[in-house]
């Protein structure tokens, strides 16, 4: 019954900018930590950026002052504005929603939505 659905990937130049969206179907929204990240081919998985149930962000050292991540309890969305983009941010970028309940820790993730930066 959950669901983790990204949008807004594509192609952009050098410089540009996006803003993906994850839209989560999902009990108690507010109550997950939210985080976005991303995966190029060849490569691990990284962690991009997260933000927590009280709002507080945190980045990777590659993407601050250029990735803002945000969240819309009242939509059940979490958002990744890119701005600067890079060639070296091409990647699928995964959304994930993760917290710890009573007993187990609750741990989904979205498809994906490509980002390929590129002149």
């Known amino acids: 019954q959950v669901q983790l659905v990204e949008s807004g990937g594509g192609l952009v130049r050098p410089g540009g900018s996006l803003r993906l969206s994850c839209a989560a179907s999902?009990?108690?929204?507010?109550?997950?930590?939210m985080a976005w990240y991303r995966q190029a081919p060849g490569k691990q998985r990284e962690l991009v950026a997260s933000?927590?149930?009280?709002?507080?962000?945190n980045y990777a050292d590659s993407v601050k002052g250029r990735l803002t991540i945000s969240r819309d309890n009242a939509k059940n969305t979490v958002y990744l504005q890119m701005n600067s983009l890079k060639p070296e941010d091409t990647a699928v970028y995964y959304c994930?929603?993760?917290?710890?309940?009573?007993?187990?820790?609750?741990?989904?993730w979205g498809q994906g939505t490509q980002v390929t930066v590129s002149s």
């Open positions: 933000i927590t149930t009280g709002g507080t962000q």
């Open positions: 999902i009990s108690a929204f507010s109550m997950y930590t």
């Open positions: 994930n929603a993760a917290r710890i309940a009573f007993g187990p820790l609750l741990n989904y």
